[in-house]
């Protein structure tokens, strides 16, 4: 196989699992919004967004790629995760 054909399946690969993780998290995140008021959600989302890209700055700045990674797969769930919120 190919290099372009193995990145094309490794690509797909982890796109498709964010996409499944992603899923997840927006159709639960009623559960939270049962403990507490929308407004109050948002608040907290955009605390842990402030935070999480303080560490992925000095996770980019030290070159730690794995943080780096991690990280941006946690905002990419918590963007997903605010989307019912913000609509609600």
Request: aromatic letters at 18%; glycine letters at 4%; charged letters at 20%.
């Given at each position: ?10 690509l ?43 560490i ?22 918590l ?10």
């Open positions: 196989m190919d290099a372009a054909t193995q990145l094309k399946i490794i797909g690969l982890i796109y498709g699992v964010m996409y499944i993780f992603s899923s997840w998290v927006s159709r639960n995140v009623y559960r939270l919004n049962l403990k507490f008021n929308s407004d109050k959600l948002m608040d907290i989302s955009f605390d842990i967004l402030g935070i999480v890209f303080f992925m700055f000095f996770a980019i700045k030290t070159k730690v790629m794995l943080v780096v990674i991690l990280l941006y797969f946690f905002l990419y769930l963007k997903d995760g605010r989307r019912p919120l913000a609509v609600d």
